[in-house]
């Protein structure tokens, strides 16, 4: 099992907390999207991560890679049981991966870390004003009414959670915090899903990925114990998205 992406990319950490929490072997091509080869490009038609590569299988998003480890490994069911209460975790899992990462990620953390790093000039300023006056509080407001008091949505966690977690990791990188005294429960409910061992174990490698140089960062990643692939599908010069930039 290949895993094409980022260790900091949300998506990918969604994933790759789905393979922890079954206990799948699997190694990862950290790569960030715009510095993907013509290969990337032939394995991810959007350019985008995650990549999952399972022999001959190949699949792009985060979504589709998840229901395949579901259904692939139901050990550890990433889904509740009631089909009532599955069908609102794959909603809560679409407003996170479409609506979350609208607001968090192209919103915040790409103006904020990605565009200058990458591209070497400050991101959209406009931008991060409207996320954090406007789009942010509101979709916390809608949170704040669909998080539990204590515990994890629907009983244990699963996909639901996974996936609204990790926007707030990315948002956390570029300052943002949940205000508990605004969003208590979506606070509490936040702090504590980050703090489960998959999580933990993918923050220590994120924090390497972040502060360590490219030229020592490989080996840091397998020190920290890291299983990184073989070969790679980066390149030195970046490229621009076809989806949006
Ligand atoms: N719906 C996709 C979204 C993946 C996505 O947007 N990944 C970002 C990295 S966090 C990316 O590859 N962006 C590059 C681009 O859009 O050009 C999923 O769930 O996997």
Request: glycine share 8%; with cysteine.
């Amino acid at each position: 099992m290949r895993i094409i992406g980022s260790f900091v990319s949300p998506y990918v950490r969604k994933v790759l907390v789905a393979l922890e929490i079954k206990g799948i072997d699997y190694e990862v091509d950290p790569i960030t999207p715009f510095f993907g080869d013509d290969e990337f490009e032939r394995l991810s038609p959007l350019r985008r991560i995650p990549v999952m590569v399972d022999g001959g299988l190949v699949l792009t998003d985060s979504s589709v890679i998840c229901a395949y480890l579901d259904e692939a490994w139901p050990e550890e069911p990433l889904l509740p049981d009631d089909v009532k209460d599955r069908a609102r975790a794959r909603w809560l899992e679409e407003f996170a991966d479409t609506r979350l990462g609208d607001i968090f990620i192209w919103g915040l953390f790409y103006p904020r870390f990605v565009h200058p790093l990458v591209w070497g000039k400050p991101g959209d300023q406009a931008r991060i004003e409207k996320s954090l006056s406007t789009d942010i509080p509101t979709a916390l407001d809608y949170l704040e009414g669909e998080v539990p008091a204590s515990g994890f949505l629907f009983g244990h966690f699963g996909i639901a959670d996974i996936s609204i977690a990790s926007f707030f990791r990315n948002a956390a990188y570029v300052d943002f915090e949940v205000d508990e005294n605004l969003w208590p429960k979506t606070a509490r409910y936040v702090r504590d899903a980050l703090a489960h061992p998959a999580f933990e174990k993918l923050r220590r490698l994120e924090a390497i990925q972040l502060g360590t140089s490219i030229a020592g960062r490989r080996q840091a990643l397998l020190d920290a114990g890291a299983r990184l692939t073989a070969e790679s599908l980066g390149q030195r010069e970046p490229r621009r998205g076809i989806m949006r930039l």
